[in-house]
């Protein structure tokens, strides 16, 4: 079985998001979005939110499954027995970071990625941006996949 994992910390999980994964889909029997844990950093939303959010826009698709992780993502991989490691890039400044991390999750345990650049009108779309419009009341619904459930704790 042919595994890839998307991992991120997905406050919120974007429109950016649900493209990467709905383009991986047919490269894989199985997608595990792992939703990153990092005690240092504050979030908008919990863990569990953000989980449960994600599980909401997948609850038809079987072979996508999420859960929260806070160890090393080659240890997450090894975990689910993942062969690639999935990220998208929007531009050079996450090109080079992802490289970075690429080359070091090699080094580690082999693991590869695979970078999918972000498509045309979805580059200026991130978490942080979205997290920053909602806080000044701007409504974000447009950057936030559609979920169905009018108890969504996406903003």
């Known amino acids: 079985m042919r595994t890839g994992i998307f991992v991120g910390s997905f406050d919120p999980f974007t429109t950016g998001h649900e493209s990467v994964v ?45 859960e929260a992780y806070s160890c090393l993502t080659v240890d997450f991989a090894q975990r689910h027995a993942a062969q690639f490691v999935v990220k998208g890039v929007r531009n050079v400044r996450d090109f080079e970071y ?32 979205v997290r920053e419009l909602h806080r000044f009341g701007k409504d974000v619904a447009q950057f936030l996949p559609q979920e169905g459930g009018a108890d969504s704790p996406q903003p």
């Open 22 to 66: 709905r383009r991986v889909l047919p490269l894989f029997d199985r997608v595990v979005i792992g939703v990153g844990v990092n005690g240092s950093k504050t979030t908008m939303l919990s863990d569990a939110e953000r989980v449960a959010a994600i599980r909401r826009i997948y609850r038809d698709e079987p072979r996508v499954s999420v």
């Open 98 to 129: 992802e490289r970075e991390q690429a080359d070091i999750n090699r080094q580690l345990t082999g693991l590869e990625t695979i970078l999918l650049y972000a498509e045309p009108g979805l580059d200026s779309v991130s978490s942080s941006v």
